[in-house]
């Protein structure tokens, strides 16, 4: 059985990661399944540290890039892609959110026998052609695999096909994180002391380096809290230089692994880095930055309301610090309680017992 994978390169890692989380849970179940990752992702070495070969795609910026341009990227694409399938031949396609890709790169697809799964989170209804969105998913897709609970009220797509609510799926569940010891020791921080992750998804925004800088004029109220700043994959911006003493700043992927490493965490509202925060009961104020794909309103509202997290607004600086301020041992407690009763599992083996089926069909 030949299972081909797409992800595309975001903002964050979060197609990557899902797929990947697939991938592992699936080898788990078939070992002798051969598989092979195509991606645009500047990140696509985490696929290979995965053991997972992987055909590297031209990368998708779409910030910089001029429409002449984007055209030739995406025909360069389409040539790898049409051979990728070709040659490969994989009884199943499974596609992460874009249903014929970032850049409709994956239309040579169309013509090829495997079966199709389309991995879809939630969609900001506000932004997103909710009717092309379906045309080219009932064009394309068998099935659809979603990574979210049934009741959880997020806007899927409402197609003809078969829709599978798996919960959200992570690259690491919690009985496969290292201990909080061995955590501290892989990510070459302190070993003892309050220790706070400050990090936003997987770093490709834009905007990311003001508030960065605005987390770190605020670490100085905390003088006996490390705070220990994130440098994802994605990350293109300054490093934080010389700073005040409780500040650290590191790098390492997949940061699943290591989450019990932080007593707590400022974050992003980002898909699969809140999920895995709220999976490994890591207490966490999520700050809202303007997001136009992903419904990070619907986000906070859940987690607020599930007590699973304090939301603060981008610039908010009172409310960040109140919110800090908030985070006694009693309430971490209950917030840790909260999120992984919020995320009590890893959807990735329904996901990809999802694919076996349909390799099967």
Same mark, same amino acid.
């Given at each position: 059985?030949?299972?081909?994978f797409?992800? =595309?390169?975001g903002?964050?890692l979060?197609?990557l990661m899902?797929?990947l989380?697939i991938? /592992?849970a699936l080898q788990k179940?078939? %070992?002798?399944a051969?598989?092979?990752f195509?991606?645009n &992702?500047?990140a696509a070495?985490?696929? *290979?540290?995965?053991?997972?070969?992987?055909?590297?795609?031209?990368?998708?910026l779409?910030? @910089?890039e001029e429409?002449p341009y984007r055209? +030739?990227?995406?025909?360069?694409n389409?040539g790898a892609?049409?051979?990728?399938v070709?040659v490969?031949?994989p009884?199943? !396609?499974? !596609?992460?959110?874009? %249903?014929?890709g970032?850049?409709?790169?994956?239309?040579?697809?169309?013509?090829?026998?495997?079966k199709?799964?389309?991995? &879809?989170?939630? @969609?900001?209804?506000a932004?997103?052609n909710?009717e092309?969105r379906k045309k080219?998913?009932?064009e !394309?897709?068998d099935?659809?695999?979603v990574p979210?609970?049934?009741d959880?009220?997020?806007?899927v797509?409402?197609? =003809?096909?078969?829709?599978?609510?798996? $919960?959200?799926?992570?690259?690491r569940?919690r009985?496969e994180?290292?201990?909080?010891?061995?955590?501290?020791q892989?990510l070459?921080?302190?070993a003892t002391g309050f220790?706070?992750?400050v990090?936003f998804?997987g770093?490709?925004?834009?905007?990311?380096?003001p508030? /960065?800088?605005?987390?770190l004029?605020?670490t100085?109220?905390?003088?006996?809290? @490390?705070?220990?700043?994130a440098?994802p %994959?994605?990350f293109?911006?300054?490093p934080?230089?010389?700073?005040?003493p409780?500040?650290m700043?590191f790098?390492?992927?997949?940061?699943?692994e290591c *989450?019990q490493?932080?007593?707590?965490?400022i974050?992003?509202?980002?898909f699969?880095?809140?999920m895995?925060l709220l999976?490994?009961?890591?207490?966490?104020v999520? +700050?809202?930055?303007?997001e136009?794909?992903?419904?990070w309103g619907?986000r906070a509202r859940?987690?607020?309301?599930a007590?699973?997290?304090?939301v603060?607004?981008? $610039?908010?600086?009172a409310?960040l610090?109140?919110?800090l301020g908030?985070?006694?041992e009693?309430?971490?407690?209950?917030m840790s309680?909260?999120g992984?009763a919020?995320?009590?599992?890893?959807g990735a083996?329904?996901?990809a /017992?999802?694919?076996i089926?349909l390799?099967?069909q």
């Amino acid at each position: 059985m030949r299972i081909l994978f797409y992800a =595309s390169n975001g903002y964050g890692l979060g197609h990557l990661m899902r797929t990947l989380g697939i991938a /592992r849970a699936l080898q788990k179940l078939e %070992p002798s399944a051969r598989i092979l990752f195509l991606t645009n &992702s500047e990140a696509a070495h985490l696929a *290979w540290k995965e053991g997972f070969p992987t055909l590297k795609l031209t990368s998708h910026l779409p910030d @910089t890039e001029e429409e002449p341009y984007r055209i +030739v990227l995406r025909e360069v694409n389409r040539g790898a892609v049409r051979s990728a399938v070709t040659v490969f031949d994989p009884a199943v !396609i499974a !596609i992460d959110y874009f %249903p014929l890709g970032q850049m409709d790169e994956l239309t040579p697809i169309r013509d090829h026998g495997s079966k199709k799964a389309l991995i &879809s989170r939630e @969609t900001n209804p506000a932004y997103e052609n909710a009717e092309l969105r379906k045309k080219k998913i009932e064009e !394309i897709c068998d099935l659809v695999i979603v990574p979210h609970r049934h009741d959880e009220g997020a806007t899927v797509p409402a197609v =003809s096909m078969p829709i599978h609510y798996v $919960g959200p799926i992570l690259i690491r569940s919690r009985d496969e994180a290292m201990s909080r010891e061995q955590a501290r020791q892989a990510l070459g921080l302190p070993a003892t002391g309050f220790l706070v992750y400050v990090g936003f998804g997987g770093g490709g925004r834009r905007d990311i380096d003001p508030v /960065r800088a605005w987390i770190l004029a605020q670490t100085r109220h905390f003088p006996d809290w @490390t705070f220990a700043f994130a440098s994802p %994959p994605l990350f293109r911006g300054e490093p934080l230089g010389p700073s005040t003493p409780n500040v650290m700043e590191f790098a390492y992927a997949p940061l699943a692994e290591c *989450w019990q490493a932080f007593d707590l965490a400022i974050s992003s509202l980002s898909f699969n880095s809140t999920m895995e925060l709220l999976h490994h009961g890591i207490p966490a104020v999520f +700050v809202e930055l303007p997001e136009k794909a992903d419904d990070w309103g619907r986000r906070a509202r859940m987690i607020a309301n599930a007590g699973a997290g304090l939301v603060v607004r981008r $610039g908010d600086t009172a409310g960040l610090n109140a919110a800090l301020g908030r985070m006694s041992e009693p309430a971490r407690r209950a917030m840790s309680r909260a999120g992984a009763a919020l995320v009590p599992e890893n959807g990735a083996e329904r996901a990809a /017992r999802l694919l076996i089926d349909l390799a099967a069909q």
